[in-house]
Antibody, heavy 121, light 111 residues
Framework: QVQLQESGPGLVKPSETLPLTCTVSGGSISGSTFYWGWIRQPPGKGLEWIGSVHYSANSYYNPSLKTRVTISVDTSKNQFSLKLSSVTAADTAVYYC?????????????WGQGNLVTVSS | QSALTQPASVSGSPGQSITISCTGT?????????VSWYQQHPGKAPKLMIY???NRPSGVSTRFSGSKSGNTASLTISGLQAEDEADYYC???????????FGGGTKLTVL
């Protein structure tokens, strides 16, 4: 059974970069057809897809965040990471890392437990 | 791009059936059979319940079913149980640059 676990700071200052890492267990990132992604949920609000990456480093990003987002893969550690730059209070959210099923990016079949990140000085 | 449209809330009594709608456009829900549904209990991560409009992942109860007509997809829960009380989100592929859209979520209350 694939398991995902987010790690990173719970508090980030405005204008700084938000860094999160997702560690995957129970399955290998490399050599698979799956994409691995990030989805966020502001408190009390709905879901927003941020972006997704393949172990080959091929990636897709939400255009609304693309200029501020980088998603990368470290196959040696079986991890993938998110960096969101120039954060504001609007970026306060629970950030989930997910595995996209082999159907496509619109299917997220495994989720991490979520990492609440608050942007505040 | 705007999110898919879901009702803010629905309710039903134990044993009844309810349906949650998810309305989009021909660029997303109406144009492709790429709609997913997720269940989210308070403080928990979402759980995939339906994918590609009608398919259930292994382990998901057969009480959950999906369908689509035109630009509107629907999630039906039959034989409502107390444990079904949760937020439900639809998601879809979109042919626009956004690629993935979600609905605003529907809160299901089991009376």
């Amino acid at each position: 059974q694939v398991q995902l676990q987010e790690s990173g700071p719970g508090l980030v200052k405005p204008s700084e970069t938000l860094p999160l890492t997702c560690t995957v267990s129970g399955g290998s990132i490399s050599g698979s057809t799956f994409y691995w992604g990030w989805i966020r949920q502001p408190p009390g609000k709905g879901l927003e897809w941020i972006g997704s990456v393949h172990y080959s480093a091929n990636s897709y990003y939400n255009p609304s965040l693309k200029t501020r987002v980088t998603i990368s893969v470290d196959t040696s550690k079986n991890q993938f990471s998110l960096k969101l730059s120039s954060v504001t209070a609007a970026d306060t959210a629970v950030y989930y890392c997910v595995r996209h099923g082999d159907r496509g990016l619109w299917v997220s079949d495994f989720w991490g437990q979520g990492n609440l990140v608050t942007v505040s000085s | 791009q705007s999110a898919l449209t879901q009702p803010a809330s629905v309710s039903g009594s134990p044993g009844q059936s309810i349906t949650i709608s998810c309305t989009g456009t021909t660029s997303d829900v109406g144009g492709y059979n790429y709609v997913s549904w997720y269940q989210q209990h308070p403080g928990k991560a979402p759980k995939l319940m339906i994918y590609d409009v009608t398919n259930r992942p292994s382990g998901v109860s057969t009480r959950f079913s999906g369908s689509k007509s035109g630009n509107t997809a629907s999630l039906t829960i039959s034989g409502l149980q107390a444990e079904d009380e949760a937020d439900y989100y639809c998601g879809s592929y979109t042919s626009t640059n956004t690629l993935v859209l979600f609905g605003g979520g529907t809160k299901l209350t089991v009376l």
